[in-house]
């Protein structure tokens, strides 16, 4: 076992060295200006680094992130901000950590969720610039990536990422329609070189459901409405 613990290590070290070797070369392309060795480089660098083939879980029965809850819109607006707060880590709920979770160092950490309206906006200031917004609540997730249940290559789930919007129509005074949307939503297909080091390489994805119906039943916790079916993931889940 510590022969093959030695083994792994040194693999790592010489992955880590060969990535610097690398930069190295590439920083010394960029000085002197070679545009054609620094694509060659992040060419290569690239071709290594990539998770392939990328596949998708069988997901026949997708959930629904819809849901009329028994409040005011505007109210409800107010709540749901409030909700997704930062302080408000989601590590103290079990249906976002369950979800919303990357690992670091071989420890579990949960991604950070923060809500704004309209009138207080910055992730989502170019979202309420477009008509027909002002009753929409961003939820950022500070460009932060987890583990799908959903996207995986050679066996191993890859990450992936994306900002939501709660879109609330009033259905009534006392009745408010709450739909999940996901704002341009990717997945991590491996690693690139720029300036400032490797980097990740994104890629535009589907919206899985998974995570915006994950959104909705928080909010339904939070509220006390019990109402909502459970939480479907795809079939190897």
């Known amino acids: 076992m510590k022969y093959l ?5 040194t693999v790592s070290l010489c992955q880590i060295a060969q990535g610097q070797d690398d930069y190295d070369r590439y ?8 545009t054609v060795l620094m694509a060659q480089i992040e060419k290569k660098y690239a071709d290594e680094n ?4 990328i596949k998708e879980y069988p997901f026949p029965v997708k959930n629904i992130p819809e849901h009329v809850f028994k ?3 505007n109210a409800l607006i107010d709540l749901i901000t409030t909700f997704f707060k930062t302080e408000n880590s989601p590590e103290q709920n079990k249906i976002l950590r369950n979800v919303f979770y ?17 009138k207080d906006a910055t992730f989502g200031e170019n979202y309420f610039s477009q008509e027909g917004t002002s009753d929409d609540i961003y939820l950022t997730v500070f460009n932060k990536a987890w583990i799908s249940k959903f996207y995986y290559s050679t066996g191993q789930p890859i990450s992936y990422t994306a900002d939501f919007v709660f879109k609330l129509k ?3 005074e006392n009745l408010t329609d709450v739909k ?5 939503p990717e997945i991590i297909i491996g690693m690139g070189l720029g300036v400032h080091g490797p980097m990740n390489i ?21 509220l006390g409405d019990t109402t909502l079916s459970p939480l479907k993931l795809p079939i190897s889940h």
């Open 5 to 9: 613990a030695t083994i792994l290590i």
């Open 202 to 222: 994104y890629t535009k994805a589907q919206p899985t459901t998974i995570e915006e119906y994950s959104l909705l039943l928080f909010i339904a916790d939070k």
């Open 170 to 172: 009033r259905i009534d």
């Open 71 to 73: 409040l005011n819109i």
């Open 50 to 53: 990539t998770f392939e083939p």
């Open 27 to 34: 920083i010394q392309a960029l000085v002197k200006r070679d």
């Open 180 to 184: 999940v949307v996901a704002v341009n």
């Open 102 to 118: 990357f690992c670091r160092d071989t420890t579990k950490r949960t991604v950070s969720l923060n809500a704004e309206q309209s």
